[in-house]
């Protein structure tokens, strides 16, 4: 059992690291350029990444058969619970990819760390788990943390009653804490690859209908699409962070409270790119943000081992 707990608290903190990655790239795609195609584009390229896995499974199944990269075969049944994980996540991107752009990183960084409160509540009431007291420690921080942020964005002209970019973003943690619960039930179901490779196909078909219904229609009279190298990079981060996400959730004892949480910890590298590259204002109170994320994620990891 111990075994299983660090492996799966250890793939917790690489997917956080690889979705920190994915913030920064996502930003850099967005800066001057349209949101939709952006967001259409991601879900392209992160099909492509899986739509090998998923012909070789079927055609030649036994040259993935005993990998964790096998995508088995399943019916309606299953597909229908794949398709509703991917309208929650699509919800949740488009209202986050829409806040990203017009927010700096290092005020969405932090808000989005605040996601695994609400899968925390949730996890207690549907899942039944328990929170020891160095666990609850790491909770608090990261709530309070989030007050301390609305207090730095009203420096930067950003009133977080007001803002309607904030209650996008805000919007767009509420729906991914409801995804994140959805995926730990999703992973009592059924198979990660199958979730995660599925999932990203029927991302396309309904992207690609927003994007012809919504914006190729009014494409000249709003902001125009840029090609960037960045957009692949989206795809590529996402899809290895919610990889080693969907297979720490598949592990025995795994707690899907302590997993949102630590994933959350995404906040520190987009945090020193916010800072390093993106040159964004205001940091040294956002610093003390930072800083009870990280004791947070310290005590969650005492309390988890």
Not at 20 to 48: E, H, R
Not at 60 to 72: D, K
Not at 275 to 293: G, M, P
């Amino acid at each position: 059992m111990t075994t299983f707990v660090a492996m799966w608290l250890f793939l917790a903190f690489l997917s956080a690291v690889l979705l920190g990655f994915y913030d920064v790239f996502k930003k850099q795609s967005l800066k001057d350029n349209a949101v939709l195609p952006v967001l259409f584009l991601n879900t392209f390229f992160s099909s492509l990444v899986f739509l090998p896995f998923i012909l070789v499974s079927y055609f030649a199944p036994e040259t993935l058969h005993n990998s964790v990269f096998f995508v088995p075969e399943a019916g309606w049944e299953a597909h229908r619970l794949i398709l509703l994980k991917s309208f929650i996540v699509l919800s949740s991107w488009i209202l986050g990819y829409f806040g990203m752009k017009h927010l700096p990183i290092t005020i969405v960084g932090p808000i989005n760390a605040t996601r695994p409160v609400m899968v925390l509540i949730g996890a207690i009431l549907l899942f039944g788990e328990r929170l020891n007291l160095y666990q609850w420690i790491g909770v608090s921080l990261a709530i309070l943390s989030f007050f301390l942020l609305s207090r730095s964005g009203k420096k930067e002209g950003i009133d977080f009653k007001h803002d309607r970019w904030i209650y996008f973003v805000v919007l767009a943690a509420v729906l991914g804490a409801v995804s994140g619960l959805y995926d730990k039930y999703l992973m009592t179901q059924l198979s990660p690859m199958l979730v995660q490779s599925w999932y990203n196909i029927y991302q396309v078909v309904i992207m690609g209908s927003i994007i012809a219904l919504l914006w190729w229609p009014q494409r000249r009279s709003s902001t125009p699409f840029t090609w960037k190298w960045t957009i692949v990079c989206i795809s590529l981060f996402l899809c290895a962070a919610d990889f080693a996400y969907f297979y720490s959730l598949s592990l025995e004892s795994s707690m899907v409270s302590i997993v949102s949480m630590v994933r959350r910890s995404s906040v520190v590298v987009s945090f020193l790119f916010g800072a390093l590259v993106f040159r964004e204002k205001n940091l040294k109170s956002k610093v003390i943000d930072l800083i009870l994320v990280l004791i947070g994620m310290f005590f969650l990891y005492l309390g988890t081992n």
